[in-house]
Structures are given as C-alpha cells and as structure tokens.
C-alpha cells in the first residue's frame, strides 16, 4: 500500500467536500477549489477525515493513489490556510509596486514591467523589494511566483534578479583580466 495514500486527510472545521465521481470540489473560507481525479481512485469521507482508495496494485493504480491523496490535502490545507511565495530582487534600482491589483516591477527595463494577477492570486510587496504571492490553489501560485521570476532570473556573475526567498544563486567568476605579458 502506498504509505502516502494510506494516510487519511483530516477535513477541518468550516470546509465542505462534495464528491462527484471523479470530480471532487473543496470550499473554505478562502475559496472554492475543484478538481476532476483519475476514474480509478475513490474518495469516501467519514466523520471529519478523507480515505482515498485504489482499486489494485499495479504500478499506474500506486501512483495515482499516492498523487490523488496529495492533490486532495493541498485543496484542503488552499481552502483553510492558503499558499503563499515570497520573491526577492537584488539589485541596484530594482524595486516593486502595486498598481491596484496588478504589480508594476521595475529591474532595469526602458519601461516598468506589470503583472496581472490570475484569477485566485493576489500579490503584495513588502517594502520595495519583497513580493508575496498568495492564493488558494497551490499549482497557481506557483506557477505566478515562475511568471513573476522570469522577468529578471538571477544572473551568475553579480546575483542580481528575482529570486525566491531563500534561493541560492551559484556564483560565477568574472574575467580574468589581461594575461601577463
């Protein structure tokens, strides 16, 4: 048995759970998320706790198993607590603002950089130079942190950029100089 699937997952206080088939949906008080499962595993709620199932051991039904349980906790632990990232800029005269909801980044363009956040994702900047993604669903506010990061990555030789709170930027030396003649 899959030793992540065989883990139930606790339902707190103030969430339903609706299950379709395949089709399960989750709502909090941060949102509502849904998600359609592979037709083979099955969801069963008892009391305050979720039991995924699979229908045998093959090696597909295993995966799953384990992916299924997974993706159901992040939609509960989105709907409760929520996701956050948080991206630093390092670098001379780079810096983020708010522009309403959309985030205007400036790292050394001709022009301000503006992101519109998705549906469900809600940016802040923490001084100039802290941003913080927030969101229920935890595969959108990763893939904004990526957007967010691939206007300016971080470069080898002076580390500047966008980064990931916490990331380690591998350093390059620069040129040698001039060979001795």
């Not at 949906?25 to 509502?32: A, L, M």
């Amino acid at each position: 048995m899959s030793r992540v699937g065989a883990n139930p997952i606790a339902l707190p206080k103030g969430v339903q759970l609706k299950i379709d088939g395949p089709q399960v949906s989750v709502k909090g008080p941060k949102g509502e998320l849904s998600w359609t499962f592979q037709p083979d595993i099955t969801f069963k709620q008892e009391d305050d706790q979720i039991i995924v199932t699979r229908p045998s051991d093959q090696v597909r039904h295993r995966a799953m198993h384990g992916l299924s349980r997974t993706l159901l906790a992040n939609m509960v632990t989105g709907v409760t607590e929520g996701f956050s990232k948080t991206l630093e800029m390092h670098g001379v005269g780079y810096r983020a603002q708010m522009q309403g909801k959309d985030l205007e980044v400036s790292v050394g363009y001709t022009h301000p950089v503006k992101v519109t956040p998705r549906e469900g994702i809600e940016f802040e900047v923490d001084g100039t130079s802290k941003i913080i993604i927030r969101g229920a669903d935890k595969q959108a506010v990763g893939q904004a942190a990526a957007e967010v990061r691939k206007i300016r990555p971080p470069e080898p030789y002076k580390g500047k950029g966008i980064r990931y709170e916490g990331e380690y930027v591998r350093r390059k030396a620069g040129k040698a100089g001039k060979a001795m003649e």
